[in-house]
């Protein structure tokens, strides 16, 4: 069946460095969508790409749909302490169905 | 314009017990998901609601069971607990059918002891 795998699965880094993440399939998709999630809370979503090559950005981070469809790039930049939690990058299959990615930590240190 | 909400924040439940998950959509969002999300995963879909019929199912037996109401309040039902339901169950509203744009709760976590 259809698996996102995220890459790294954690990452420490210092405050006001650059973060790169990415989320790899073997199936293609029309769609892909980055969530953030803090601990014990639900994800919330950052940023949401619909065409192959698309690169959105909100504030701190940039985002990118894979050419070949079965990928997906976040970038933040300059890092802050807020930007801590568990990074996942989603999709949708069946039209109705969000399937979620392994995740990627995030750990700043001030 | 509230979020949504879900109750109890946090449960626990002996083995072979039966449980029922609440979840109070987003106003006006007549679409409502429920998502299994393991220790240390991501969320599993588990289904899916849209003016009170069940749309699209994920990979759950059938003692997990759901129902969502004409406010569009819905319910998760489990029964007969396993420890490996331990986990965190997230509901997400959205506004149109097949939209991507969910709003997540912050969830239930659920412990099976």
């Known amino acids: 069946g259809q698996q996102l795998n995220q890459s790294p699965q954690s990452m420490f880094i210092q405050e006001g460095e650059d973060v790169s993440m990415n989320c790899t399939s073997s199936?293609?998709?029309?769609?892909w969508l980055w969530y953030k999630q803090d601990p014990g809370e639900g994800p919330v979503l950052l940023i949401a790409?619909?065409?192959?090559?698309e690169l959105t950005s909100n504030g701190r981070l940039t985002a990118q749909f894979g050419i070949t469809r079965k990928d997906s790039f976040l970038n933040i930049s300059a890092s802050i302490p807020s930007d801590v939690g568990i990074y996942f990058c989603a999709s949708l299959y069946a039209t109705n169905k969000l399937i979620f990615g392994t995740g990627t930590l995030l750990a700043v240190q001030p | 314009e509230t979020g949504v909400t879900q109750s109890p924040t946090h449960l626990i439940k002996t083995r072979g017990q039966q449980v029922t998950l609440r979840c109070s959509s987003q106003?006006?969002?007549?679409?409502v998901s429920w998502y299994q999300q393991a220790l240390g995963q991501g969320p599993q879909f588990i289904f899916q609601y849209y003016r009170e019929e069940e749309n699209g199912r994920g990979n759950f037996p059938p003692r997990f069971s759901g129902l969502q109401f004409p406010n569009y309040s819905s319910e998760l039902n489990v029964n007969a607990l396993e420890l490996d339901d331990s986990a965190l169950y997230l509901c997400?509203?959205?506004?149109?059918?097949?939209?991507?744009?969910?709003?997540f709760g912050s969830g239930t976590r659920l412990t099976v002891v």
């Open positions: 106003s006006g969002h007549n679409t």
């Open positions: 790409l619909y065409k192959a090559g």
């Open positions: 997400a509203s959205s506004l149109v059918l097949g939209n991507y744009g969910y709003t």
């Open positions: 199936s293609i998709f029309n769609t």
